[in-house]
């Protein structure tokens, strides 16, 4: 699922409305513009800020990709660092 948006994320809201038609749901992986510092991600088009897990101190690509599985659902509290990129895509083989 891609969505595209410029207002503030809400995870929990996203995995329920997957959950209700009938989806199932491994995970979300969020790939955002932003930057890290200090175990806090900053979104790019929002100012948003989630807390992020196992990142390195400050992100140095403008795109970070993070996993948040069971983000907000009384188990995770924070999303987790996956890697950061130059662009939305993943880098060729």
Do not use: C, Y
């Not at 979104?43 to 795109?63: D, I, K, M, N, Y």
């Not at 999303?79 to 130059?86: D, S, Y």
């Amino acid at each position: 699922m891609r969505i595209e948006r410029s207002q503030p994320l809400d995870l929990r809201a996203i995995a329920d409305g997957v959950i209700k038609n009938n989806m199932g749901l491994g995970g979300i992986e969020l790939r955002v513009r932003g930057a890290l510092a200090n175990g806090q991600a900053t979104l790019a088009e929002t100012g948003q800020q989630l807390p992020v897990t196992g990142g390195p101190e400050r992100s140095t690509q403008p795109w970070l990709w993070f996993d948040g599985h069971a983000f907000g659902l009384g188990e995770a509290k924070a999303v987790t660092w996956l890697r950061e990129t130059a662009g939305p895509l993943p880098a060729p083989r």
